[in-house]
DNA sequence: CTAGGGTTAG
């Protein structure tokens, strides 16, 4: 190395200064600080604040204290100093780095303040954790609050870097009133402005006010588009979503990651595959980089529209998994009754190194009740606290007890809830309802059921199966009891649809509509059906089980559920080597669980349903779930 | 040297 320049070529101006923002390993920031004091250049201000930068975010915080004492202060240093702390794991430390600075903090101080106070309400939190409301969360308004307060009181308040920030901060706190006022005291808001403050209205659940809001704006760029989307995609409003992303492109707004992390989403809740390849190969044909996200987002897409292969397949070849990543795979096979791939996928994950968190363990743990690897589960269940040092959360305990309750160990799920260290809630009395029901047992259904609406007495399924259970045994004073409940506390059946996408276009049914412009087809179709069934030999059942789910309503005893409606629209509309795919919002019940065998073997077509919880796929007469679920 | 949008379960 020959050295010509006063300063060292080891690294030059272009390379040095963005090596500096990024975290590094140890030895390299030694080196670089080396480098720096050699190069004298760590008095210049632009670069000992990315240096500071670089050791915060790389976790030396130690190392940055070292260091900035010993430099003249300056807020330039002092600011990069908190940035990199707001942004970082721990963006509580950005709040005593602000009262020790030696100099008055000016509005990038504040911005940064109050964006640590955002990622701390946003904070996810402590591993182990459940998410409830404590007193840790009061803790959070409280900073919130009093970084709002600093800025006002160091004259920031105005800035509009500082204003975004406020907004999207009461917003990540859930405080939708906060947000509201202040984006009011904002007199000139511009588009980050707005923007922070649709995202602030979707995030409290009032999509149609943001929608009013983007609307309104004057200029919407990229970010603009992708809140709304995202807003709407929030809600479960996806077609909105669709329609809006369709929009944007017409637009000429840039579409981007964020853009398409959206639209995945919205397509794995539809259901909607051939949008969401559609997504996938506009990825490929723009060159886009498979990054962490959308990789994620794509496997959880191909997971939720039944096509696990190709979910495993865009998993196989990321590069960089985090735990979402592994999380979505897992719980990808887990809803596809691949019990043994999801348990071998979730060991694989633990020596990977990345941590899972209990999200990971619910659909690890539902993997396992789904294909009755009762010892496996129970396995997984003890390592969570003995090997990952995650308390059980509430659900986690309604999964064991799904466990045991599925593969008709009942005696073993009510030791289990008797043994539990916390009440039980909803969802471990609905685990118990549900295993009552799949082992027809009546008694412990009833009991079941009663604890259940003790505890959520507005739960309509939970109304409409213990009159289902009176039915069935013929008690019909507790039927009309069980209906006046009802229609006292008002409890509504929530309206069953399914879907079926042809051609790229959602279709969907609910119980009983006629409005499809193809009904004269599909009634035929129907009539078609039961005459071929008929010479099957099937026969509407519902008398050999003691109580079913039926969770659809349907208004008449000749109408039907959603699914055979969406079904028959499948066979007319979809060519003969194509498999129908259904989504439907509510479980499948018994007679339709039969009716969809028995089309698959005599129309000989592949049949893929996803319903609330898990996915069947029908071929041949039989289902993935061996009549499971 | 600032700001706004995005991924896992139920």
């Known amino acids: 190395m020959t050295q010509t320049s006063p300063m060292p070529p080891l690294l030059g101006e272009a390379t040095l200064l963005p090596s500096l923002t990024a975290a590094a390993p140890h030895h390299v920031l030694r080196a670089l600080h080396a480098h720096l004091l050699v190069s004298g250049r760590l008095a210049s201000p632009p670069h000992l604040a990315a240096f ?26 002092h600011n990069a100093l908190l940035r990199a702390l707001a942004r970082g794991p721990r963006p509580g430390l950005a709040f005593a780095a602000f009262r020790d600075l030696p100099l008055p903090p000016d509005h990038y101080s504040l911005s940064f303040l109050v964006r640590a106070a955002a990622a701390l309400a946003a904070a996810p939190a402590a591993a182990g954790e459940r998410p409830v409301r404590t007193e840790a969360s009061a803790r959070r308004l409280l900073v919130a609050v009093s970084a709002h307060g600093a800025a006002v009181r160091r004259g920031h308040a105005a800035d509009p870097h500082v204003q975004s920030g406020v907004v999207s901060m009461y917003a990540a706190l859930g405080d939708a009133a906060g947000a509201r006022a202040a984006f009011a005291e904002i007199t000139c808001p511009d588009v980050v402005c707005v923007t922070a403050m649709v995202g602030a209205l979707s995030a409290g659940g009032d999509v149609d006010a943001a929608r009013d809001l983007f609307d309104e704006m004057p200029l919407r760029d990229h970010v603009a588009w992708n809140a709304m989307i995202a807003g709407y995609v929030h809600v479960g409003r996806t077609r909105e979503a669709l329609r809006l992303f369709d929009e944007m492109q017409s637009a000429g707004a840039a579409i981007g990651e964020a853009t398409l992390v959206s639209v995945l989403t919205a397509c794995a809740q539809m259901g909607a595959l051939d949008r969401g390849k559609w997504v996938h190969w506009y ?56 019990g043994l791939e999801c348990l071998e996928l979730f060991k694989r994950m633990e020596s990977s190194g990345v941590q899972p968190n209990g999200v990971t363990f619910v659909a690890v743990l539902r993997g396992c009740s789904m294909a009755g690897l009762v010892d496996e589960g129970r396995t997984c269940f003890d390592s969570m606290k003995d090997k990952h040092g995650i308390d059980p959360w509430l659900e986690h305990y309604g999964c064991m007890v799904d466990l045991y309750g599925r ?136 008398k050999e089980v003691l109580f079913d789910i039926e969770e659809e309503e349907k208004e008449d005893a000749i109408s039907l559920h959603s699914e055979k409606l969406a079904l028959a629209f499948g066979l007319i509309a979809l060519p003969e080597d194509v498999e129908i795919r259904i989504v439907k919002n509510l479980r499948v019940c018994k007679d339709c669980h039969d009716y969809t065998k028995l089309i698959s073997k005599v129309f000989d077509r592949e049949i893929i349903t996803r319903d609330r919880n898990r996915f069947h796929h029908f071929k041949d007469g039989t289902c993935s779930c061996k009549d499971y679920w």
């Open 52 to 77: 500071l930068a670089s050791l915060a975010s790389s976790g030396h915080l130690a190392y940055a204290r070292l260091v900035l004492p010993r430099r003249p202060a300056t807020l330039l240093a």
């Open 283 to 338: 990825m490929r044909s723009h060159g886009m980089r498979m990054s962490v996200m959308l990789g994620t987002a794509l496997v959880d897409m191909y997971s939720k529209c039944g096509v696990v292969a190709t979910a495993m397949e865009v998993f196989e070849s990321m590069g960089e998994r985090n735990v979402y990543t592994w999380t979505s795979a897992v719980s990808g096979l887990a809803m596809n009754g691949m």
């Open 407 to 542: 593969a008709g160990r009942l005696d073993d799920a009510i030791n289990f809830i008797n043994g539990m260290p916390v009440e039980p809630h909803e969802g471990v009395w609905g685990a118990l309802v549900n295993a009552s029901r799949i082992h027809n047992n009546v008694e412990l259904g009833k009991h079941a059921l009663d604890k259940l609406l003790q505890i959520e007495s507005e739960n309509d399924a939970a109304h409409v199966l213990l009159s289902n259970i009176y039915a069935v045994t013929q008690n019909w004073k507790g039927v009309s009891r069980v209906r006046g409940m009802m229609k006292a506390k008002g409890v509504k059946k929530v309206p069953g649809w399914s879907a079926i996408e042809v051609d790229g276009k959602v279709h969907e049914f609910f119980v009983g509509g006629k409005s499809h412009p193809r009904y004269k087809e599909i009634e035929m179709m129907l009539a078609e059906m039961s005459r071929r069934l008929r010479l099957q030999g099937y026969a509407a059942n519902t």
